[in-house]
């Protein structure tokens, strides 16, 4: 277990980082992957995305890699700052409570059973006449589905009543484009936002050592 950091006064900003570690490495990673998205000419960029992906293609060819690789890029690079708004919120907090290491397990969980799930939506809708053959090489990249599983784990983090009013919202967030026009992606943070819900026994036992203070 990756051991809690006490914030250092005089360097809040090293302390914040290191409380956080594979939070914040994550976030590097996705701003490399950003700028290099804005740099290369329109022509490479949709090859590194499609390359990227978690799509059927992709994860038939190369599962591990597009498994892995589908969790460290944006499309949309404006949308990088919030981006680091959503994981300090979400991703940072759960990494402190819990640690490390059972933050990466539950997120991880959470991000490959989505995107498979998803996934093999997308191909019975193919194989059903009711979705195009080309959605077999739909840009599937993003950290969706690991930030869902992150909102569904903190559930546990919250006190008392509160935890009941963040469960509605975060399930009426997710839920509500469902019940409207669900797309496979939508349909995949659903399933995220259940398997955090869903490790709610690895929560019992918090960062042992963690400093209470």
Known sequence: MIEYTEPEPSRPVRS?????????????????????????PDHLEHVLLHRNSSNIHE??????RALLSSAFWIEDPASLPLYFVL?????ANVERWLGTLRWLFIIATGHITATLIS????????????????????VDIGVSYGLAT???????????????????????????PLVSDGTFTDF???????VG?????????????????
Do not use: C
């Open 87 to 91: 994981f300090e919120v979400f991703q």
């Open 188 to 194: 995949g943070h659903a399933i995220a936002l259940a």
């Open 119 to 138: 996934q093999k939506l997308v191909l019975m809708a193919i194989q059903d006449h009711r979705a195009p053959r080309s959605m077999v090489h739909v």
């Open 59 to 64: 994860l038939a060819r190369h599962p591990i």
């Open 150 to 176: 992150a909102v569904g784990v903190l559930t546990y983090r919250l006190p008392g009543p509160w935890r009941w009013f963040y469960l509605a919202g975060s399930v009426a967030f997710f839920g509500l």
């Open 197 to 213: 819900l869903l490790a709610w026994p690895l929560t019992r036992h918090p960062n042992p050592r963690r400093n209470p203070g």
């Open 16 to 40: 914040w980082i290191r409380s956080a570690p594979g939070t914040h490495i994550w976030l590097l990673i996705i701003v490399v992957t950003s700028i290099v998205v804005v740099i290369v």
